[in-house]
């Protein structure tokens, strides 16, 4: 069955807007193993914009299966090694960027990706690789030794109009069948939401899906009638 990874970032940007200690992105992540989530995402970013190092060490102890997110770094590989989660997928960081906005150059930072990948290994970590759907990219992603490649949905959720739309998911499953057929196992990733999954779901040899923005978007909305009944509640002691 396709397993569903749910990041709870946004969580924690919620919380950094006030630098307050709520939204708890621990107890989003515990209701969305609840509901059926197979595993969390975070994503420890270098600047530590929304989830930081106690949020990401709190995922580790509680968390089922916990996917770090993080950037090919030796500060974020000694993390990762120390928290042990179950899986890091490694992705390419810029600090003016808003959310990752590409797949990784592997043949480009060859020594750097291979290096990482094997001390995570090591750690009997499995590495993932977000990679833009190119086979370039699987090619190497697999002559490294990844488990998985995540590909970046990114470009097929952002298209413009129709025709870009079916030219992006076109390039998505060409990747995903290349990457099944190289010995990838294939995950995919970014700008999914409850309208553009249906064409995600015609990509073949899915293992899992990591969805956060729209998740995190969604929950604001479903909940917000709850969370006004409970203060009006909470304000019915109020004397007249
Ligand atoms: N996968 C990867 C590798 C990402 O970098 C991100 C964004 O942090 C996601 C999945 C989730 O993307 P979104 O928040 O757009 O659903």
Do not use: W
Request: hydrophobic fraction near 40%.
């Amino acid at each position: 069955m396709l397993k569903l990874g749910v990041n709870v970032d946004h969580v924690a940007t919620v919380r950094q807007a006030r630098k307050a200690a709520y939204p708890s992105p621990l107890e989003a992540a515990l209701i969305c193993e609840k509901a059926g989530a197979s595993g969390i995402t975070a994503h420890l970013r270098e600047d530590r914009r929304h989830i930081n190092d106690k949020d990401m060490a709190q995922l580790a102890a509680k968390v089922h299966r916990l996917n770090m997110e993080m950037a090919v770094t030796d500060e974020m590989v000694c993390i990762a090694t120390k928290l042990k989660p179950h899986s890091c997928c490694l992705v390419p960081e810029k600090r003016e960027e808003l959310t990752t906005e590409g797949g990784l150059d592997i043949s480009g930072n060859l020594q750097r990706i291979t290096e990482a990948v094997n001390r995570l290994q090591d750690a009997a970590i499995i590495v993932s690789l977000f990679i833009d759907p190119d086979n370039e990219q699987i090619e190497a992603a697999y002559s490294i030794g990844a488990e998985f490649v995540e590909l970046h949905t990114g470009a097929y959720a952002n298209a413009k109009n129709e025709a870009a739309r079916e030219k992006e998911l076109k390039r998505l499953i060409t990747a995903a069948e290349y990457a099944d057929k190289t010995g990838l196992s294939v995950n995919a990733g970014h700008g999914i939401d409850y309208v553009n999954i249906d064409g995600i779901l015609q990509m073949p040899f899915l293992k899992e899906l990591n969805i956060g923005h729209s998740i995190v978007s969604r929950a604001v909305i479903a909940g917000m009638e709850a969370a006004v009944r409970e203060m009006l509640d909470l304000m019915q002691e109020y004397p007249n």
